[in-house]
C-alpha cells in the first residue's frame, strides 16, 4: 500500500514560481515510476511529468511545460519535486502526484495505480 503526500500548491502571479513535493511511503519505490498530472476545470486530467525511480531517473514532460517545469527526486527522503516556473493562467490546476508499479514507464493515468489528494495551483495574470 503506497501512500503519497502532496504539499507545495498555492496563489501566484504569472511569471512567478511554484515547487511542489510529494513523499511516498508504504512501497518500494525503486519499482515505481512517479508522474505529477493535472486537471482543470472543465478539463480532463493530464499528464505534466514522470519520473522513474528505476531506469536511472527516465523523465518525461508534456510538451506545454517542456523548458518551464522540472520533475526530480530525492531517493533519501522518498520524495518527488516538481519544480514549476515562468507559470502561467493556463497552468492553474489541481496537480496530483501518482505513482505506478508495472515497471512500464507511462504517461497513461490509467496506468496508475496510487494517487494523492491533490495540491491546487492558482496563477493569476
Known amino acids: 500500500q503506497v501512500q503519497l503526500v502532496e504539499s507545495g500548491g498555492g496563489l501566484v502571479q504569472a511569471g512567478g514560481s511554484l515547487r511542489l513535493s510529494c513523499a511516498a511511503s508504504?512501497?518500494?519505490?525503486?519499482?515505481?515510476?512517479m508522474g505529477w498530472f493535472r486537471q482543470a476545470p472543465g478539463k480532463e486530467r493530464e499528464s505534466v511529468a514522470v519520473i522513474s525511480w528505476w531506469n536511472a531517473g527516465r523523465t518525461y514532460y508534456t510538451d506545454s511545460v517542456k523548458g518551464r517545469f522540472t520533475i526530480s527526486r530525492d531517493n533519501a527522503k522518498n520524495t518527488v519535486y516538481l519544480q514549476m516556473n515562468n507559470l502561467k493562467p493556463v497552468d492553474t490546476a489541481v496537480y496530483y502526484c501518482?505513482?505506478?508499479?508495472?515497471?512500464?514507464?507511462?504517461?497513461?493515468?490509467?496506468?496508475?495505480?496510487?494517487w494523492g489528494q491533490g495540491t491546487q495551483v492558482t496563477v493569476s495574470s
Open positions: 508504504g512501497g518500494t519505490f525503486s519499482r515505481l515510476s
Open positions: 501518482a505513482a505506478e508499479t508495472s515497471l512500464t514507464f507511462t504517461t497513461d493515468l490509467a496506468k496508475y495505480d496510487y
